[in-house]
């Protein structure tokens, strides 16, 4: 079993940057077979996903958010990182980290894993 969790502050001012974690714990993917990235969910709203990126690095971004956002590993490889930058209240959402068999997930798929999800709040 793989456990994903995210992490971050609840509250962000507009103009400021989200920084976001995934933890990643549990039994080891077939970690070739994944895609690892981050998808959010507006109040009211549809499922966002915001880019990913394999566990070899490469990286691939909505082109909607390509220019405000960056997605990384960390070296241990256990954890991996959002920023959005620039962030205004439009960006409140409940985020969540995934690791994915589609590189652009609509919904969730029975052999991924999601973090149960984290809300972030926009506000000044």
């Known amino acids: 079993q793989v456990q994903l969790q995210e992490s971050g502050p609840g509250l962000v001012k507009p103009s400021q940057t989200l920084p976001l974690t995934c933890t990643v714990s549990?039994?080891?993917?077939?970690?070739?077979?994944?895609?690892w990235g981050w998808i959010r969910q507006p109040p009211g709203k549809g499922l966002e996903w915001m880019g990913a990126m394999t566990f070899g690095g490469s990286v691939f971004y909505s082109p909607s958010l390509k220019s405000r956002t960056t997605i990384s590993w960390h070296t241990s490889k256990k954890q991996f990182t959002l920023q959005l930058s620039s962030v205004t209240p439009e960006n409140t959402a409940v985020y969540y980290c995934a690791a994915t068999k589609d590189l652009m997930p609509r919904t969730r798929n029975e052999d991924d894993y999601w973090g149960q999800g984290t809300q972030v709040t926009v506000s000044s």
């Open positions: 549990g039994d080891s993917l077939t970690t070739d077979l994944y895609y």
